[in-house]
């Protein structure tokens, strides 16, 4: 005997006993006409390891698996891994970038075998911490969300693929799910959405801008400013309304300007338009004042530039009130190129601004109003450009 206990050797050399004996299987130690208990593994993505979470969560249905088939249950636990495609895109690109290379120089045949390659590789780590956890899944059932999808390779035979397209048909058939326009995360790097989990949220010291939106047709307010006690501070006749923003060149995919109702500040011009102060003179687009309970009266100026394709908050704004979303930028993170001349989307949105028409999500994604010399342009660039263009006319 040995003088101390290896958990290793044993655990595994047990776990083996098991595994050959058929102890995991459909239907072990079930008794005749036994009722079935069984439990689908929540597959877990094959783009990493398991966590801390996992043994948790997997403990706990090993307990009632276990319990179920000493009962004599007809007992299944069905073990499984989720393909999470965007995400392992992203790692795949990632562990190619290492070796230099790109999936734009390959087709697509070639970047999948890549994938593939990834998902066996950490498919079976996955696999292998379950199993180092004692889990005792049926592995013959072993599936993956993406078996029998064309060009898979040997070793990845099965229907998981069409019962995954089927289940997700049959529910948008119903009602269930939908199609939309959404705000996602992007990585323009690897031109691919990033799900919120995957994003790592870093403070980064940035600039401020502050721009005047003049009011159309050169309308004027009493502005009125009060201290906490009531005592007015500062009045003055105005024919703007002042935003910040550390992102000027999203100024040009403005929906609207908001406020808070309870901001005595703005109250005389709620509901007016105020003008976008950049692009061609003859084209500048007009936008409502609007508001809604998300900017902060003490904050800044307390207004708002809306721009729903391109901040989640302003998405939330947008869609309460009914503003268009209007996207800027393409995949790589520069000014759009695509669509109809400028002078042509501004008119179209303008229409929309005036209550004289309205557009689906589509047509609202598919309108350009990136001005025509600004089209192309990497962001930052564009920025530059914009300050520039803004401060030359004295709105800043």
Known sequence: MDK?????????????????????????????GAEPYSIMIPPPNVTGVLHVGHAFNNTLQDVLIRWHRMRGFDTLWQPGTDHAGIATQMV???????????????????????????????GGTIVNQ?????????????????????????????????????????????????????LVNWDPHFETAISDLEVENIETAGHMWHFKYPL?????????????????????????????????ETMLGDGAVAVHPGDARYAPIV??????????????????????????????????KITGAHDFNDYGVAKRAGIPCYRLLDTRAHLRADGAPYSEAAAIAQAVANGETTLTEAEADALNLVPDHLRGLDRFEARARVVAEITAEGWP
């Open 271 to 304: 509901g007016m338009l105020c003008e976008i102060p950049v692009g061609p003179k003859e084209h500048r687009r007009l936008i409502p004042i609007i508001t809604d309970d998300y900017p902060d009266p003490a904050f800044g100026s307390g207004a708002v």
């Open 92 to 122: 795949v690109e990632r562990e190619l970038a290492k070796q230099g290379k790109s999936r734009r120089d390959m087709d697509r045949a070639e970047f999948l075998s890549h994938v593939w390659a990834w998902k066996k590789q950490s």
């Open 4 to 32: 101390s206990f290896n958990a290793a050797e044993a655990e595994q050399r047990i776990y083996t006993q098991w595994e050959d004996a058929g102890c995991f299987k459909a239907g072990a130690n079930a008794k005749p």
């Open 216 to 248: 159309a047709g050169g309308a004027t307010y009493e502005y009125v400013e009060k201290d906490a006690d009531g005592n007015v501070t500062l009045r003055e006749t105005r024919d703007y309304i002042s935003i910040a923003t550390t992102r000027p």
């Open 130 to 182: 379950l199993k180092r956890l004692g889990a005792s899944c049926d592995w013959s059932r072993e599936a993956f969300t993406m078996s029998g999808a064309p060009g898979a390779p040997a070793g990845e035979e099965g229907n998981f693929h069409d019962a995954v397209i089927k289940v997700f048909v049959d529910m948008y058939d119903k009602g269930y799910i939908y199609r939309g326009k959404r």
